[in-house]
């Protein structure tokens, strides 16, 4: 058992197994971008649902029925095709019964420009 108010450095996939059911009420979680960052590699991007689903199984397993669950997540585009693993990511938890209620999108003012004007 994992005791309340203290910080763990674990692996989540391991840990959140140690949670009672209903015992959570917010999860934050910001997993490896699908292989988009080299400093942390993650999973590649057709793969992500079904790395991530036994995870999300488990929050949504330990979430108290008022509980959260914050996501946050990027797609990645590749030879210029974009990659819609978050999209896939999302409608799969649906299937597992969360609900969507919000998506938030933050602009980073010094983030890689796309195109030339």
């Known amino acids: 058992m994992l005791e309340p108010n203290q ?11 140690k949670l009672d059911s209903d015992s959570v009420r917010l999860v934050v979680t910001s997993p490896p971008y699908a292989n988009i960052r ?3 590699p993650g999973p590649f991007p057709m793969d ?3 790395w991530f689903s036994p995870l999300c199984k488990e929050i949504l397993r330990t979430l ?13 585009c590749v030879k210029g095709e974009r990659i819609p693993y978050p999209f896939e ?13 919000d998506t938030v999108i ?12």
């Open 64 to 76: 108290t029925d008022d509980g959260s669950f914050i996501l946050n997540t990027n797609d990645k």
């Open 7 to 17: 910080i763990y450095c674990v692996d989540t996939f391991t840990a959140i197994k």
């Open 106 to 117: 933050w602009v980073k003012k010094n983030g890689a420009v796309a195109w030339k004007t």
């Open 48 to 50: 992500f649902v079904d």
């Open 89 to 101: 990511t999302v409608i799969h938890l649906r299937e597992l019964g969360f609900k969507l209620i």
């Open 38 to 40: 080299k400093s942390y």
